[in-house]
């Protein structure tokens, strides 16, 4: 299995989670971070080897006010142990 940490900053204290996926669709999320804060990170973890996943940030205000960012693209390392 492979993993990912993603980490970014809020200008203003924000709830915070990733959504993630193969395509932009997406499909997946992690839980959402209820602590306000303008420093975040979450873990993906369960990814496939050597694949390209596309995620976006998904946060929200103290004030109820939610912000998707925008698209963005990783790709995991491909798994290079020996059959």
């Known amino acids: 299995?492979?993993?990912?940490?993603?980490?970014?900053?809020?200008d203003e204290a924000a709830?915070?989670?990733?959504d993630y996926g193969?395509?932009?669709?997406?499909?997946?999320?992690?839980?959402?971070?209820?602590t306000l804060r303008t420093s975040h990170s979450r873990s993906l973890s369960?990814?496939?080897p050597g694949t390209l996943y596309h995620f976006r940030i998904r946060a929200k205000d103290a004030?109820?006010?939610e912000r998707l960012g925008s698209d963005a693209t990783l790709?995991?390392?491909?798994?290079?142990?020996?059959?």
């Open 1 to 10: 299995m492979t993993s990912a940490t993603i980490a970014w900053t809020t």
């Open 15 to 18: 709830t915070s989670q990733v």
């Open 22 to 34: 193969l395509t932009s669709s997406y499909g997946q999320s992690t839980t959402v971070d209820v």
């Open 46 to 48: 369960g990814l496939t």
């Open 63 to 65: 004030a109820g006010n």
């Open 75 to 83: 790709t995991t390392v491909a798994d290079t142990t020996a059959p």
